[in-house]
């Protein structure tokens, strides 16, 4: 998002606030956009926050706008100290039902300093306001975006797998994160093999449960066709080579990967959880399945498996979505609009 801002009607700082990667940041800085590094070394360190509430002071900086829980919460405060005109928060997925101190948070602390609050789907917004009760006002919703697919070659995947044409790749890309539920996936492939069907499984990302998984996979009858291949900085190139593209997610906002998936124009098995039934329509973009539920995603893998055409349909059905309704552009444009709109509203104009 901040790459693509408007350098004509906008200054740009990114500034992120713990180590993060290098050749992330360079990108950040070539695109001409200011980056400041926080390095913060604990939870708790409120000195890490210094430098970024003396830029806001010293730039006269208009608008503040947060990423996730965390940050929006430290920046609620900051962005006070700091006497920043306009305050954005922006919860990437909605997740607070079993935590009653972040609901708290989320309504005392930082809805009453926020002059909006994003939220990337519908069904995130709901929850926002059914259950936090935060006043709707303050609500908006921007759904994700991502640039358009590149042309990935789906032999990059297979080479490394050493897979001939006829062997099919469920995948996955992921963080491998107690939400995210690789473990279901794993129990599915297993129960889809006892029919006979023949495929591979390969799970892309990194995460803290990754030699749990791992593990768990080792047990399965299927060991041999399951591939954890890590964290990749090109991933969606690797999706480029799924057959069958999965997520099994317990909740969700609107995630990249499924974007990036229909991007791609793959058939996607995916839960009916958080904004997901309103980035792909069940049967006519995807194939959506209760969340927690092995057997489910199983039924809809040997399904697919067994035909062809019907992947090729979904496929082309979730790129054309995706390209109408969840490109980076459009998703960059309403947060410059929102900017413009909300600076109005302070009668002033825009760092």
């Not at 713990?18 to 070394?41: C, I, K, M, Y």
């Not at 889809?192 to 591979?200: D, I, K, P, T, V």
């Not at 980035?279 to 539920?293: I, K, Q, T």
Request: overall charge neutral; charged content about 30%; aromatic content about 4%.
């Amino acid at each position: 998002m901040v790459e693509r801002l408007d350098p004509s009607r906008f200054d740009r700082t990114f500034c992120v606030t713990r180590p993060s990667s290098p050749a992330l940041l360079d990108e950040v800085r070539s695109a001409g956009v200011r980056v400041l590094e926080l390095d913060r070394g604990a939870q708790f360190d409120l000195r890490a926050w210094r430098p970024l509430l003396r830029l806001l002071r010293e730039d006269r900086t208009d608008v503040l706008h947060s990423h996730k829980f965390g940050s929006n919460v430290w920046c609620a405060l900051v962005a006070r100290l700091a006497r920043v005109p306009v305050f954005v928060t922006h919860e990437h997925s909605w997740s607070f039902e079993d935590d009653r101190l972040r609901v708290l948070l989320d309504r005392r602390l930082i809805a009453p300093r926020a002059d909006a609050m994003i939220a990337v789907s519908p069904a995130d917004a709901r929850r926002m306001i059914e259950i936090e009760r935060i006043p709707e006002r303050k609500i908006r919703i921007v759904a994700n975006g991502i640039p358009p697919a590149s042309r990935a070659d789906p032999r990059i995947l297979r080479d490394e797998l050493g897979l001939d044409d006829a062997t099919p790749v469920i995948g996955m890309v992921a963080s491998l994160r107690p939400e995210k539920r690789v473990d279901v996936l794993l129990d599915a492939a297993e129960q889809a093999a006892a029919g006979g069907s023949a495929f591979h499984v390969a799970i892309v990302g990194d995460g803290p449960l990754a030699e749990q998984l791992r593990a768990h996979a080792r047990t399965l009858r299927i060991a041999d066709r399951i591939s954890f291949l890590g964290y990749r900085a090109n991933g969606s190139e690797l999706a480029a080579g799924f057959d069958i593209a999965v997520l099994t997610s317990d909740r969700e906002g609107t995630p990249l990967s499924l974007l990036e998936y229909m991007g791609l124009g793959r058939a996607i098995v995916a839960t009916a959880v958080g904004g997901i039934p309103d980035a792909v329509v069940d049967e006519r973009d995807a194939l959506l399945v209760p969340p927690g539920s092995p057997a489910d995603v199983a039924a809809a893998i040997v399904r697919l498996l067994g035909a062809p055409e019907e992947r090729e349909r979904l496929g082309r059905a979730a790129a054309r979505r995706q390209a109408a309704e969840y490109d980076l552009d459009s998703t960059v444009r309403q947060i410059e609009s929102l900017y413009t709109e909300l600076l109005g509203l302070r009668g002033t104009a825009g760092r």
